[in-house]
């Protein structure tokens, strides 16, 4: 399953149409000016355009897979517990951060847009405001304590 923001879903979604209705259309018709050029085994127009086709029917493909298998991110309860959704404020030794959990397909960390299924992402689901969250890392033990769930 891929957890994907409302926004995320819907940009996925028109990425798709996009494909479909113009990609798929262009690619054709590059393909049939290539095909006028005369012989297919030495044509580079038409072999740039097949691998283009491959590079769009593979992406339309995977759209579609992660649209099919997609559950929206809906935040059940209140800003108790961290959950997939959840923006949160940690303090790590004097440092304070703010991370956002998301699905896999969204995590941008130099965003601090952290995926679930990450390491510290998996960490922090299900603790509270107050809680220590402790995590090796290859340089050591680091903690994080959480100030503020949103």
Do not use: C, H, W
Not at 121 to 140: H, M, N, R, S, W
């Amino acid at each position: 399953m891929q957890y994907l923001s409302k926004d995320k879903y819907e940009e996925l979604k028109i990425e798709l149409e996009r494909l479909k209705k113009e990609a798929r259309k262009e690619v054709a018709e590059r393909l049939k000016r290539a095909k006028e050029y005369g012989d297919l085994s030495e044509n580079a127009e038409y072999s740039e355009a097949k691998e283009e086709q491959a590079r769009v029917e593979s992406r339309i493909f995977e759209l579609e897979n992660i649209l099919r298998n997609a559950s929206i991110i809906k935040k059940i309860g209140g800003k108790d517990i961290i959950q997939i959704g959840s923006t949160i404020e940690v303090k790590k030794g004097s440092k304070e951060l703010k991370y956002t959990i998301v699905g896999s397909n969204e995590a941008r960390p130099e965003a601090n847009l952290i995926s679930n299924e990450s390491p510290l992402g998996k960490a922090f689901l299900g603790k509270k405001k107050g809680d220590v969250v402790k995590i090796e890392t290859p340089g050591g033990k680091v903690e994080y304590k959480i100030m503020k769930i949103e």
